[in-house]
Nanobody, 123 residues
Framework: QVQLVESGGGLVQAGGSLRLSCAAS????????MGWFRQAPGKEREFVIG???????YAADSVKGRFTISRDNALNTVYLQMNSLKPEDAAVYYC?????????????????WGQGTQVTVSS
């Protein structure tokens, strides 16, 4: 079992920055991949960015150059740094754990999910 708890969401103006955190517990954090997804009202949950157990990262085209992901294995935490935020980035953001670890962006491949944190971007 893995428990994930996101934090750091809030209201930010367009062009601003926000950093989300996701604290994990329950299994050896350094052994699995982590991802961030988001879901806006009326839309499907979509992949945002991921980081492999090795530290390599992969991102959706819509956030490349603006969002970065990092992990601190000593703190069992993954971070999502969001810069140059746009109104279309507004959504509930979820972190997820993929214990198999293939570097996937497919949400069905992720095994555990956090409860989500709201990000609101004002124009």
């Amino acid at each position: 079992q893995v428990q994930l708890v996101e934090s750091g969401g809030g209201l930010v103006q367009a062009g601003g920055s926000l950093r989300l955190s996701c604290a994990a517990s329950g299994r050896t954090f350094s052994n699995y991949d982590m991802g961030w997804f988001r879901q806006a009202p009326g839309k499907e949950r979509e992949f945002v960015i991921g980081i492999r157990w090795s530290g390599s990262t992969y991102a959706a085209d819509s956030v490349k150059g603006r969002f970065t992901i990092s992990r601190d294995n000593a703190l069992n935490t993954v971070y999502l740094q969001m810069n140059s935020l746009k109104p279309e980035d507004a959504a509930v953001y979820y972190c997820a754990a993929d214990l198999v670890g293939w570097g996937t962006s497919v949400k069905e491949e992720y095994d555990y999910w956090g409860q989500g944190t709201q990000v609101t971007v004002s124009s």
